[in-house]
């Protein structure tokens, strides 16, 4: 498992394992971040890296289980691992933010135009 993996794995981790970490702010923030991000492992993890940074307790906790994923990694057996499927890496945040977080609030959806708004 790359660097970029194991921050991944982590920040999922940390998300369901410490969800109360977490403020409404940074939910939002989260919820608004990693929905729109392409699925590349190495963006994904910057984008957790640069975020995580602004937070410092958020950043203290995550960096042991970064750790603790490469330690795992290093103590397991030497065959190699199964390949993560690329758009998995964001799916593994949002799926830990959805069983985590309450879901963000949705803005009311204007009305739905009639035929006659549309011919005037």
Same mark, same amino acid.
Do not use: C, H
């Given at each position: 498992?790359?660097? #970029?993996?194991? /921050?991944?794995?982590?920040? +999922? %981790?940390?998300? %369901?394992? @410490?969800?109360?970490?977490?403020?409404?702010? @940074? %939910?939002? $923030? &989260? =919820?608004? &971040?990693?929905? *729109?991000?392409?699925? #590349? +492992?190495?963006?994904?993890?910057?984008?957790? +890296?640069? =975020?995580?940074?602004?937070?410092?307790?958020? =950043?203290?906790?995550?960096?042991? &289980?970064?750790?603790?994923?490469? #330690?795992?990694?290093?103590? *397991? !057996?030497?065959?190699?691992?199964?390949?993560?499927?690329?758009? #998995?890496? /964001?799916? $593994?945040?949002?799926? +830990?933010?959805?069983?985590?977080?309450?879901?963000? /609030? @949705? $803005?009311?959806? !204007?009305?739905?135009?009639?035929? &006659?708004?549309?011919?005037?």
């Amino acid at each position: 498992m790359l660097l #970029d993996e194991q /921050k991944i794995k982590a920040f +999922a %981790q940390l998300i %369901q394992s @410490q969800p109360s970490l977490f403020s409404e702010q @940074q %939910q939002a $923030q &989260l =919820w608004e &971040l990693f929905p *729109g991000l392409p699925n #590349d +492992a190495n963006k994904v993890a910057n984008a957790i +890296a640069e =975020w995580s940074q602004d937070y410092q307790e958020v =950043w203290n906790e995550l960096l042991p &289980l970064i750790a603790q994923n490469s #330690d795992s990694i290093t103590r *397991g !057996p030497l065959e190699n691992p199964e390949p993560v499927n690329p758009k #998995d890496y /964001k799916e $593994q945040i949002v799926n +830990a933010m959805r069983e985590s977080f309450p879901s963000p /609030k @949705q $803005q009311p959806s !204007p009305p739905p135009q009639s035929p &006659l708004d549309s011919q005037q």
